[in-house]
């Protein structure tokens, strides 16, 4: 591939509504990106990356950057829109990454025709687009977003970066590391080594999926989930497979591993895999279908398999094959941290879901039992539906405590 120059700042056309980073990059998608001054910094594939925005243009340039294995290569999908004059692919990354081949605005058109409540909402919220993320990072993000909010989860993912990452550079006195490989998170150590950090029950669901995927699984399984028509960064070796893969194979081969949930298997889908289909549901995703969309006419108060599958099917039949990204756009409109969208208080509703005092906030997944501490989790059956941001209080009890 070719060299991968450090740069100064160059420019793509875009205006806000076809991308916003100050929204995209918040929202609860990706946890490793930093802003000093104006400036969004991360660390993507080896290259520290910095990106600023305007109305009309995104403004990008590398930092530093590592060697990049020559065997990988980026999707020819992507780098075909590209110059083939270019120095390196740095554009064709940020194209990419921010998923620049789908027509958002498009997209927010057909959502408003088929939606009233999204044709209401969006106004307020547009250049919200999906990321297409490292699936292996994607997994080991959402892992860490059991039981928790936007901050504390980025703080987690930079410990990760920060003792078992490459250092790629610096901006100013602050280190930046490229994300863990499955095999720097599996070794015997790794989970005392995160409990001392502060990740708790999460630091067994991380060392132990780390060693399924580095060890009981064969090279490029991961990468062989991926949606055919949103190709991954890099072409890997995959392993093979005896036909293409489908969103719900992938969502249940996701299930199989140590920590992952509904819920954290369709973020995973959505972000890590190219699944437009896949619909994170989530208790501020319930509210949402049942506030705005009179989702549960019945005052169930335990939330079911059957009953998380069932708000996705209807999400999915309202906004069609891109479901999870019109989602994204309600889901941040909800979102407390993002009221200053808008000029209406969020509502608080009650949430129909049962609750319960168990050890150490741990999840409801069917492989956790054990505890020390006494908290507030929501009981969901044989499923665990995690949350991805937002320490917004919901009033499903009298108690304050975090999205769970």
Same mark, same amino acid.
């Given at each position: 591939?070719?060299?991968i120059r450090?740069? +100064?700042?160059r420019k793509?056309?875009?205006?806000?509504? =076809?991308?916003?980073?100050?929204?995209?990059? /918040?929202?609860?998608?990706?946890?490793?990106?930093?802003?000093?001054d104006?400036?969004?910094?991360?660390?993507?594939y080896?290259?520290?990356?910095?990106?600023k925005?305007?109305?009309?243009?995104?403004h990008?340039?590398?930092?530093?950057?590592? &060697?990049i294995?020559?065997a990988?290569?980026?999707p020819?999908?992507v780098?075909d829109?590209?110059?083939? $004059?270019?120095? =390196?692919?740095?554009?064709a990354?940020?194209?990419?990454?921010?998923?620049l081949?789908?027509?958002?605005?498009?997209?927010?058109?057909?959502?408003?025709?088929?939606d009233?409540?999204f044709?209401?909402?969006a106004p307020?919220?547009?250049?919200?687009? &999906?990321l297409s993320?490292?699936?292996?990072?994607a997994l080991?993000?959402?892992?860490?977003?059991?039981n928790?909010?936007?901050s504390?989860?980025?703080?987690?993912?930079h410990?990760?970066?920060?003792?078992?990452?490459p250092?790629?550079?610096?901006?100013?006195d602050?280190?930046?590391?490229?994300?863990p490989t499955?095999?720097?998170?599996?070794?015997?150590?790794v989970e005392a080594?995160?409990?001392?950090l502060?990740?708790?029950y999460?630091?067994?669901?991380?060392?132990?999926?780390?060693?399924?995927?580095? +060890?009981?699984?064969?090279e490029?399984w991961?990468e062989?989930?991926?949606?055919?028509?949103?190709?991954g960064?890099?072409?890997?070796?995959?392993a093979?497979?005896a036909?293409?893969?489908?969103y /719900?194979?992938?969502h249940?081969?996701l299930?199989?591993?140590?920590g992952v949930?509904?819920?954290?298997a369709?973020?995973?889908?959505?972000?890590?895999?190219g699944w $437009?289909?896949?619909?994170?549901?989530?208790?501020?995703?319930?509210?949402?279908a049942? /506030? $705005?969309y009179?989702?549960?006419?019945?005052k169930?108060k335990?939330?079911?398999k059957?009953?998380?599958d069932?708000?996705?099917d209807?999400?999915?039949k309202?906004?069609?094959?891109?479901?999870g990204?019109?989602?994204?756009?309600?889901?941040?409109?909800?979102?407390?941290?993002?009221?200053?969208?808008?000029?209406?208080k969020?509502?608080?509703?009650?949430?129909?879901?049962?609750?319960e005092?168990v050890?150490?906030?741990?999840?409801?997944?069917q492989?956790t039992?054990?505890s020390?501490?006494?908290r507030q989790?929501?009981?969901?059956?044989t499923?665990?539906?995690?949350?991805?941001?937002s320490?917004?209080t919901?009033r499903?009890?009298?108690?304050?405590?975090?999205r769970s």
């Open positions: 591939m070719p060299p450090l740069s +100064e700042w793509l056309p875009l205006n806000l509504t =076809d991308l916003c980073i100050e929204t995209t990059l /918040r929202c609860g998608q990706s946890f490793r990106w930093r802003k000093i104006d400036e969004w910094n991360c660390v993507l080896g290259r520290l990356l910095s990106l925005q305007d109305k009309t243009h995104l990008y340039k590398v930092v530093s950057s590592t &060697i294995p020559p990988l290569t980026a020819a999908s780098k829109e590209i110059n083939s $004059d270019t120095d =390196d692919d740095t554009e990354l940020v194209r990419h990454y921010f998923s081949k789908h027509d958002l605005t498009a997209l927010y058109d057909q959502w408003s025709r088929s009233p409540n044709r209401k909402k307020k919220f547009t250049g919200i687009r &999906i993320q490292d699936p292996w990072e080991i993000g959402f892992i860490c977003s059991s928790n909010n936007i504390r989860i980025s703080q987690m993912v410990k990760l970066c920060k003792h078992y990452g250092l790629v550079g610096h901006i100013g602050e280190a930046f590391h490229d994300f499955p095999q720097a998170l599996s070794g015997k150590k080594h995160l409990r001392e502060g990740f708790g999460r630091a067994k669901y991380i060392a132990e999926t780390a060693r399924i995927v580095s +060890e009981e699984r064969p490029g991961l062989s989930l991926i949606n055919p028509e949103n190709p960064w890099y072409s890997t070796k995959m093979t497979a036909e293409l893969p489908t /719900r194979h992938a249940e081969e299930l199989l591993l140590s949930g509904p819920k954290v369709d973020c995973v889908c959505l972000m890590g895999l $437009d289909e896949a619909v994170p549901v989530d208790t501020h995703v319930w509210q949402i049942q /506030r $705005d009179k989702f549960g006419k019945t169930t335990t939330f079911s059957v009953m998380y069932s708000v996705g209807h999400f999915r309202i906004w069609g094959k891109q479901a990204w019109a989602q994204s756009v309600l889901f941040t409109a909800n979102l407390k941290s993002f009221s200053e969208h808008g000029s209406d969020a509502e608080m509703v009650d949430v129909k879901v049962k609750f005092d050890e150490n906030d741990v999840p409801t997944d492989s039992t054990r020390r501490k006494r989790v929501a009981v969901m059956e499923i665990k539906v995690e949350n991805r941001t320490t917004e919901v499903a009890s009298k108690r304050r405590r975090t």
